[in-house]
């Protein structure tokens, strides 16, 4: 199979179904050559290596990272998973995870696609106006004796740049089109470019809801199962390993428990989690129910995260419209104004 090419949906039901297995006590080796018998030519090579490892010993972490297919978040969860007794959980956390995941994609690109088409008819629009019809409007006021000035004139001596500059902006659209191609095409490209992405800018924003949710997941995991909240903000720190600023969040945290300040004040302290589930998480710790405060944490800000990312996105057709409607009006306005007053001065 291709490296890094499984997508959101194929995770989700790979996950479900191994989790079901697992429920039905068939042994993970078996479970994962079950799966390939059912599963699709590219992925059924992946499967049953992966089950040779599994019967050779090999935890199913361990043959998912070899696999070089799954995110660091799907093995890192799923390693957390077995080191807490919670494989079956785990994978069942995972599915509804990346079911949601992909539910969003599915959104978000029926969000995007068509402002992104109105955007680029637009632009086509605004350049028309700006190359072809301006100069038609200054022939036209130099005839009745005057000139463009102003907006106009300005947006005038823009069109006559763009017009100068095309050769050099067709040549910049066609390797803006075949970037957009090569990225949407392969994977391990995409792959390199959103990695980089995440280091620089992956926590901040939404993507810092993200991360925040995932963290919680993974410890909601390690508490229920009994491991020690020091022991699971190490493995949480495992899944952060492309966004650099978290993990060393994650770092901070588990050396202030180990410090001996209590779980709630640590990761408030070190920006582990809001300070709202911290909150939440030191009410629960003191009435027993630490766990179970920091699952319900974990599912807040999974809502959270999804709900910000769905908001987000929903605001760009607007945005998009009303620019390309002020930059449309812009023009026109500055153009038919002066013409009027010509007109009106000559009748």
């Not at 199979?1 to 429920?23: D, V």
């Not at 109105?118 to 036209?140: E, R």
């Not at 966004?243 to 428990?257: G, H, I, Q």
Request: one cysteine or more; glycine letters at 10%.
């Amino acid at each position: 199979m291709k490296k890094n090419g499984i997508s959101h949906g194929e995770l989700s039901t790979l996950c479900l179904e191994l989790s079901m297995l697992l429920h039905a006590g068939v042994g993970t080796g078996d479970a994962l050559s079950l799966l390939a018998e059912e599963s699709d030519p590219e992925y059924k090579t992946m499967l049953l290596d992966m089950a040779k490892e599994v019967d050779g010993g090999a935890a199913l972490s361990g043959a998912m990272r070899g696999a070089e297919g799954f995110p660091v978040y799907v093995c890192g969860l799923v390693e957390v998973g077995e080191r807490a007794g919670r494989t079956e959980e785990a994978l069942a956390a995972l599915s509804r995870y990346y079911e949601s995941r992909a539910r969003l994609d599915r959104r978000v690109r029926s969000a995007l696609l068509y402002p992104a088409v109105m955007l680029l008819l637009m632009l086509v629009v605004i350049a028309v106006l700006l190359v072809k019809v301006l100069p038609i409007f200054d022939d036209v006021y130099a005839s009745l004796g005057g000139r463009l000035t102003g907006v106009a004139g300005s947006l005038l001596t823009l069109g006559r740049w763009l017009d100068g500059a095309m050769p050099v902006l067709w040549v910049l659209l066609v390797l803006a089109a075949v970037f957009l191609a090569v990225f949407a095409a392969v994977p391990s490209f995409r792959e390199k470019l959103t990695v980089s992405w995440r280091r620089s800018h992956g926590d901040k924003g939404v993507a810092r809801k993200m991360n925040d949710a995932r963290l919680a997941q993974a410890l909601a995991m390690g508490m229920a199962s009994g491991m020690p909240i020091e022991e699971a903000v190490e493995l949480a720190a495992g899944l952060m390993e492309e966004t650099p600023v978290a993990r060393e969040r994650c770092l901070d945290c588990r050396a202030r428990l180990e410090g001996g300040e209590r779980s709630s004040a640590a990761m408030k302290a070190s920006g582990l989690l809001p300070g709202g589930a911290c909150r939440l998480l030191e009410m629960g710790q003191r009435g027993g129910a630490g766990d179970a405060a920091m699952e319900k944490i974990a599912a807040d800000l999974s809502e959270e995260s999804e709900a910000a990312l769905e908001e987000k996105v929903s605001r760009v057709e607007p945005a998009l419209v009303l620019v390309c409607s002020i930059l449309v009006g812009l023009i026109l306005l500055s153009v038919m104004l002066p013409l009027m007053h010509i007109m009106s001065a000559i009748g």
